[in-house]
C-alpha cells in the first residue's frame, strides 16, 4: 500500500485511517473526513449568503430581462412591474414601485428557499458548479411553474385586460414565454453563485493528502 503524507508536518502514514487520526489530533483537522466526499466538497450548513446575494443578482438579470421585453411589447421598461403592483391594488402612481419591490423580495425568499432545500436534501449538498447550475435551472423552472404561472393566469391577467383590453390576450403568450427566460436566468445563477460561494477556502481544504 503507498504511504500516504501529511501536508502539513510532513509525516508519512500506511493507512487513511492513522492519517486521518494524525490530523484530527495534531492539527485540528476533525471535520475534514466529513467535507470529503466522492463528488468533492460537500455543504456544511446552510448557504444563505451565497443563496441571497445570488437571488439579489439573479432579481436583477430577471427585472432587466422583464423590462427589455415590456419595451419590446410597448408597455415600456416598468410596464410588468406596473402591472403586477396593480394587481395588488397599488395605484397607478405608485405600482411600479410596488411591483419592483415584491420583485426582488420574491427574488431573496426563493433563494433562500433553495439554498435551505439544497442542504436539506443531502444528495444536492456535493459541491460542484456544474451541480449548481442544473439544480438552479431546475429550481427556476419550478419556481415559474409552480409560483409565476398560475399568479399570472389569476391575477396578473385579468389586470392586463383591465388596462389593455382585448390586446393583452394576444400579449400574454409572449410575457409567458419572457418570464419563462427570466426565471431560467435567474435560477442559473442563483445555482452557480450558491454553491462558488459554499466553496471552502483554500487552505482548509489543503494538509491532508493520499
Not at 75 to 100: E, N, Y
Amino acid at each position: 500500500m503507498a504511504e500516504m503524507k501529511c501536508e502539513a508536518c510532513g509525516m508519512s502514514f500506511n493507512s487513511r485511517e492513522k492519517l486521518m487520526d494524525h490530523a484530527m489530533h495534531m492539527h485540528g483537522m476533525g471535520n475534514q473526513p466529513e467535507m470529503e466526499s466522492k463528488g468533492g466538497k460537500s455543504l456544511k450548513r446552510i448557504p444563505i449568503g451565497g443563496a441571497v446575494f445570488g437571488g439579489v443578482i439573479g432579481g436583477i438579470v430577471m427585472a432587466i430581462i422583464l423590462a427589455a421585453g415590456g419595451m419590446m411589447l410597448g408597455t415600456g421598461a416598468v410596464g410588468m412591474f406596473m402591472v403586477i403592483g396593480m394587481s395588488l391594488g397599488a395605484g397607478m402612481m405608485a405600482a411600479a414601485s410596488v411591483g419592483l419591490v415584491l420583485h426582488f423580495v420574491v427574488a431573496i425568499v426563493a433563494g433562500l428557499i433553495f439554498g435551505i432545500a439544497i442542504y436539506a436534501i443531502k444528495p444536492f449538498r456535493n459541491i460542484s458548479s456544474t451541480r449548481g447550475l442544473g439544480l438552479g435551472a431546475l429550481y427556476g423552472i419550478i419556481v415559474y411553474l409552480v409560483f409565476f404561472l398560475p399568479m399570472a393566469i389569476k391575477v396578473l391577467s385579468p389586470t392586463m385586460m383591465h388596462l389593455m383590453g382585448p390586446k393583452a390576450s394576444m400579449m400574454m403568450g409572449t410575457v409567458l414565454a419572457i418570464a419563462f427566460i427570466g426565471h431560467l436566468l435567474y435560477g442559473l445563477i442563483l445555482g452557480f453563485t450558491t454553491f462558488f460561494f459554499a466553496r471552502p477556502k483554500t487552505g482548509t481544504s489543503r494538509g491532508v493528502t493520499a
